[in-house]
């Protein structure tokens, strides 16, 4: 059971540049997000998504957009990569609300904006 | 504006001893409330919660402690081995919408 799974694990890109952090899910759950983790900052939410064709903004949302076909996959994209960028991508997953509690997180994608 | 607070960025200890690491909230809405662990180079994992509705959960050499008129909950470590060795973050659970709000985390040390 792969669980999260995201793609790629580490990615360098020039400022300017664009690129898709992969995400795929194979426990069918429908609550989906995004964090990034920077250096003794926690986990900020950037987006999520409570269902296929539903996306929403989270805390820190600007120079990203997401969208959400299918219930497995949930890719995020940054149009025009900046240095404020740079930080470590987490995935994650959780159950509908009432049911479970835990969050399932992918192993994360590590970016630098050079 | 943080809603949960991590105030303490590492905590030392020696191995067998007990580790308690801390975490403040100021958002009332929190109906439930975790912690992960994670490894360098891993995602977080799951290792305990605790409903708003409870002051305490236990699990094997875990417990966590909640204050609800404190805001303040803690997770206790019951003896420390050095494999626990790790960053301990704090989450809690919005009532309406499934989000959780992560705190900065603790790094955790173990000695032997």
């Known amino acids: 059971n792969a669980g999260v799974t995201q793609t790629p694990k580490f990615r360098i890109l020039k400022i300017g540049q664009s690129m898709t952090l992969q995400c795929t899910q194979d426990m069918n759950h429908n609550y989906m997000y995004w964090y990034r983790q920077d250096p003794g900052m926690g986990l900020k939410l950037i987006y999520y998504?409570?269902?296929?064709?539903?996306?929403d903004k989270g805390e820190v949302p600007n120079g990203y957009n997401v969208s959400r076909s299918t219930t497995e996959d949930f890719p995020l994209r940054l149009e025009l990569a900046a240095p404020s960028q740079t930080s470590v991508y987490f995935c994650?997953?959780?159950?509908?609300?009432?049911?479970?509690?835990?969050?399932?997180f992918g192993q994360g994608t590590r970016l630098t904006v050079v | 504006d943080q809603q949960v607070k991590q105030n303490s960025p590492s905590l030392s200890v020696q191995e067998g001893r007990i580790s308690i690491l801390n975490c403040d909230y100021t958002?009332?809405?929190?109906?439930?409330f975790l912690w992960y662990k994670k490894y360098p180079a891993e995602g977080p994992t799951f290792l305990i919660s605790?409903?708003?509705?409870?002051d305490k959960n236990e699990d094997g050499r875990f417990t966590v402690f909640l204050n609800k008129s404190a805001k303040h909950l803690s997770l206790h470590i019951v003896p420390s081995q050095p494999g626990d060795s790790a960053v301990y973050f704090c989450a809690a659970r919005m009532e309406y919408g499934n989000k959780l709000v992560f705190g900065a985390g603790t790094i955790l040390r173990v000695k032997s």
């Open positions: 998504s409570v269902g296929a064709g539903i996306t």
């Open positions: 605790i409903s708003s509705i409870k």
């Open positions: 958002n009332s809405m929190f109906d439930y």
């Open positions: 994650a997953t959780t159950w509908d609300r009432g049911v479970g509690t835990e969050a399932f």
